[in-house]
């Protein structure tokens, strides 16, 4: 079973930064990919941003420009450094691994408990 550690979130105020971090209990030679998500009252779970083993990575549009994802293979961790924060920003945020199983043979999905980030204005 792989464990996703999350931690970062927080209140700040509008045009503040944070950072989350998203440790996995897993060798990164078996993550194919690494993202966070939101979810925010009311809302679908949208994709924040992703990042690949391959070190690609894609935005959601409405976070280009302000938020980066970045992976540090040696600790297992995921970064997400938001910046320039917005009130529409506050949701629950959650760290999704794509993982092999050991011998290669599948992929699955785990997700982290979710940290809060709320953007006051």
């Known amino acids: 079973q792989v464990q996703l550690d999350e931690s970062g979130g927080g209140l700040v105020q509008a045009g503040e930064s944070l950072r989350l971090s998203c440790a996995a209990s897993v060798s990164t030679s078996r993550i194919n990919s690494m993202g966070w998500y939101r979810q925010a009252p009311g809302n679908q779970r949208e994709l924040v941003a992703v990042?690949?083993?391959?070190?690609?990575?894609n935005y959601a549009d409405s976070v280009k420009g302000r938020f980066t994802i970045s992976g540090d293979s040696a600790k297992n961790t995921a970064y997400l450094q938001m910046n320039s924060l917005k009130p529409e920003d506050t949701a629950v945020y959650y760290c999704?691994?794509?993982?092999?199983?050991?011998?290669?043979?599948?992929?699955?999905?785990?997700w982290g408990q979710g940290t809060q980030v709320t953007v006051s204005s």
């Open positions: 999704k691994a794509v993982v092999s199983t050991v011998g290669g043979l599948f992929r699955r999905d785990y």
């Open positions: 990042i690949t083993s391959g070190g690609i990575t």
